[in-house]
């Protein structure tokens, strides 16, 4: 540890007190690791508590040039949360306090560290819930969550995370506690708030998030569709949304992922299937009607083998329980998996995962798709064994043709699980050098010193040009 | 001197000569919006109303991709030959897709489908200097780098002039219909405010000093009329009634739940007004720049703010009010955009770089 290391972690030791600073070997190799399969270098890990804890711990760090790494629960899939060189990890995950419910306003702040999922459970007896439903809702963090911009199934006719924060209080790299947006619309001055959402923690660290509430829909209908081939459930994707219904969430599921799933969940999901597609529409009574009318018709056009519409709530949460723990399931093929985010456009679905199917028979490797297909939001899993070199090298390689084949498609990285690490060098695919350098200008407008999460997002050289900016004196290799 | 690029090549090579000359530009697409922001004096006027191409639609996937010149107009008529819309455009055909994108003026469908900063998938924009940047991405779903987009949404011309926009649209609902009623404006108030709270996700609830208007969105069976409201044959918001001859109009902001006693103490004061229950926006008429910081003040007493949208010079000493934080931040990302201060200087004072 450099002495201004070193001082720095005594200051937070003082600040936070010896429980709530984290420098033994164990907790720094916790934090070296997210979800994803990347690895990093933890310094020092600090605990705070409170938004001036939080302020007082970047002042310090900014005093000491340190770099800085936010931290949600830890579950993001991009290695956005994984410190490459060192450096003070902030972990929000003690600030787990929900503000009041502002019914009338259908809104609510909340610290980063609180769970998705426990901001629904707390105010579902309003009649109201938070739309944005990761399929890690039950672990994964607000914080997180807006760091990502976060999806999920829901968010196909709701949206994501962004559309769902009307504002952040965020510190600033040098320890300036701000409050962007509110619950009055569009303040005045560009939208920075928009920026923050999804900025992946290179921005500042939120420390309170307003959350925009909406109310329970008064009907809901689930039903799971399976079909023979996956071509047919694509076009059964790409009809319904031809013939004006948008469900409220439209996802597939292939064979690989229906068995793997059935097996730990008992839903009785039917494992001969090619293709399962899980279809909710939600509304008045009068639009759930419709709009099963139309998935049925629909799904009976291309060859649906049968069509199972839950019959009470609680075959509708086994159905979503299928669903949401599809990565978990995973682990009893193989011990790991290597999964991708990318996006194409609704209209090539049948392209793309017959592009998938082919590039992971070519590499020998196993490929389970659960994804959200009304989004065109892929999640193909790749299932591996780490201990095994020459398949984990034919995993990389089957991962990195996938993400060719969706950009070679009009599609884009990242749907809703972000850039980090992992996708960052994959970024020139999609944008030019002009684009890139911009993003850093946005990204430098925010953080001058380049200290927040460092290495992320933006490829290795990037830079904001020296366009404008007299008062840059930014030493070389500080700015990625 | 009116500048008139008939496409983005020229546009940005006009944009490489203010620079280098340091000629100072206003960008105008139909000239709806260009009266926001504060009164600024240009060397000359870009007009970005030659970029007419539509770029691509794929209807499959519901993106359109359109030039900035492109009217809303256009969009919807393409659109619509499909079966679809673009529900967070504002009610002016004629206004172009990269004006109302600049100005972030969305349409008073906002209550069901949100404001159209939403609506904007990838944007394309050329710099101050003449760079063509993008970002974004065209599918539905993307969190690919920083929301380039949503920063240039509301930035009224001062980071770039937008070349190229992908929007997502809609399907047009299978019914949809305003209703309209007439009474005082507490009546009118109260009525708004048990639509919102008797039906699903009501598309507009207008609410005016003498008429309210309400859209419903859906299947046949939902969209019928409210109890004590008719048909009102024809789109839109309270529109009459207007009280003497405003010279401007103010947004004003506030927490949706406030707007009934904004709306009330605005027709107190005499001013005509249009809220947009539910959303928490609304636009009074005013006629003399005093009545700026009057509407202002009830905003902020509900802790909201106040814009002005449309003014003379006069109404536009002061157009945004008090700033939010973070000014340092919007400076240093124009001075990247526009390096030498050309686009629109003024208009948003707060961004401008500061005199050294």
């Known amino acids: ?480 | 001197m009116d500048l008139r690029p008939a496409d983005r090549d020229e546009l940005a090579g006009m944009l490489r000569a203010a620079t280098a000359e340091g000629r100072v530009l206003d960008i105008r697409g139909s000239g709806l919006h260009a009266r926001r922001g504060h009164p600024f004096t240009a060397d000359d006027v870009l007009h970005a109303t030659g970029l007419t191409r539509v770029v691509d639609y794929v209807p499959e996937d519901m993106t359109i991709t359109v030039e900035g010149g492109v009217t809303v107009g256009e969009v919807l008529r393409l659109a619509g030959e499909r079966g679809q819309g673009w529900p967070q455009a504002p009610s002016q055909p004629a206004a172009t897709v990269g004006g109302v994108l600049a100005a972030a003026a969305g349409g008073r469908r906002r209550l069901r489908f949100g404001p159209i900063r939403d609506s904007l998938l990838e944007v394309v924009v050329a710099t101050g200097d003449g760079r063509i940047v993008k970002g974004g991405g065209r599918t539905v779903k993307s969190v690919t780098g920083y929301d380039l987009p949503r920063l240039l949404t509301g930035s009224l011309g001062t980071l770039g002039v937008i070349v190229q926009a992908t929007l997502r649209l809609w399907p047009l609902p299978m019914a949809e219909r305003w209703f309209t009623t007439r009474g005082d404006a507490d009546e009118m108030l109260d009525l708004a405010q048990g639509v919102l709270a008797d039906l699903h996700r009501p598309t507009a609830v207008v609410a005016g000093p003498t008429s309210l208007h309400v859209c419903l969105t859906g299947v046949p069976d939902d969209v019928v009329a409210p109890a004590g409201m008719v048909d009102a044959f024809e789109p839109g918001g309270p529109g009459a009634g207007t009280v003497g001859s405003p010279a401007g109009t103010v947004e004003a902001s506030v927490p949706p739940a406030a707007l009934p006693a904004l709306a009330r103490q605005l027709v107190a004061d005499g001013f005509d007004y249009e809220a947009w229950m539910g959303t928490g926006i609304c636009r009074a008429r005013v006629s003399a720049p005093e009545d700026v910081q009057a509407v202002r003040g009830m905003a902020t007493a509900h802790h909201g703010h106040a814009q002005v949208i449309d003014g003379d010079d006069a109404m536009r000493t002061d157009p945004f009010g008090p700033l939010p934080a973070g000014a340092d931040i919007m400076q240093r990302i124009r001075a990247s955009f526009d390096p030498a201060g050309i686009l629109c200087p003024g208009r948003f004072a707060a961004a401008d770089p500061v005199p050294a």
């Open chain 1, 1 to 480: 540890m450099t002495t201004t290391a070193g001082a720095l972690a005594d200051q937070l030791r003082h600040l936070l007190g010896p429980d709530r600073l984290l420098e033994g070997d164990l907790a720094r190799n916790l934090y070296s690791h997210d979800g994803s399969i990347v690895g990093g270098d933890c310094g020092i890990v600090a605990l705070p508590e409170t938004t001036d804890e939080v302020a007082a711990c970047m002042r310090m760090a900014h005093e000491a040039g340190v770099d800085v790494v936010p931290r949600g629960s830890g579950t993001g899939l991009t290695g956005g949360a994984v410190p490459l060189e060192g450096g003070l990890v902030i972990s929000l995950a003690r600030m787990r306090a929900m503000g009041e419910v502002d019914v009338a306003n259908s809104c609510m702040w909340v610290q980063p560290g609180v769970l998705n999922l426990d901001v629904s459970t707390a105010i579902a007896h309003l009649g109201l819930h938070y739309a944005p439903d990761p399929s890690s809702q039950q672990a994964c963090s607000i914080g997180g969550n807006v760091g990502t911009n976060a999806g999920g199934p829901h968010c196909l006719a709701y949206g994501v995370t962004v559309q769902h924060v009307l504002g952040v209080e965020m510190v600033r790299p040098d320890g300036q506690v701000v409050v962007l947006g509110g619950v009055a619309p569009d303040p005045p001055g560009y939208d920075l708030r928009g920026v923050v959402v999804g900025a992946e923690g290179t921005v500042g660290v939120v420390t309170r998030v307003l959350l925009r509430l909406t109310p329970l829909p008064p009907d809901v209908r689930t039903m799971l569709l399976d079909f023979l081939s996956v071509s047919d459930a694509s076009a059964v994707v790409q009809a319904v949304i031809a013939a004006g219904v948008i469900p409220a969430a439209l996802e597939m599921m292939d064979r690989n992922m229906a068995m793997a799933v059935e097996e730990f969940v008992h839903a009785g999901l039917p494992t001969d299937a090619a293709a399962l597609l899980l279809v909710e529409v939600d509304g008045t009574p009068a639009e759930v009607e419709t709009a099963t009318a139309v998935v049925e018709h629909v799904a009976r056009e291309h060859g649906v083998r049968t069509v199972r519409v839950a019959q009470d709530e609680e075959e509708r949460a086994l159905l979503w329980k299928a669903r949401k723990t599809a990565f978990g399931a995973v682990a009893r093929v193989k011990p790991s998996y290597y999964l991708h985010d990318c996006v194409v456009p609704r209209t090539r679905l049948v392209e793309i995962m017959e592009a998938i199917g082919e590039i992971t028979e070519r590499e020998g490797v196993m490929c389970l798709n659960v994804f959200h297909a009304g989004d065109g939001n892929l999640h193909p899993i790749i299932a591996l064994d780490r201990s095994d070199p020459d398949e984990t090298a034919r995993a990389m390689s089957a991962g990195d043709q996938i993400v060719r084949a969706c950009v070679a498609m009009g599609g884009t990285l990242s749907g809703e699980h972000g850039i980090g690490v992992e996708k960052r060098d994959y970024m020139p695919l999609v944008f030019d050098h002009d684009d890139l350098e911009a993003q850093a200008c946005v990204r430098r407008a925010f953080d001058p010193d380049g200290r927040m999460n460092p290495d992320k997002v933006l490829p290795t050289g990037t830079r904001c040009g020296e366009v404008g900016l007299a008062d840059t004196q930014v030493p070389e290799g500080t700015w990625i």
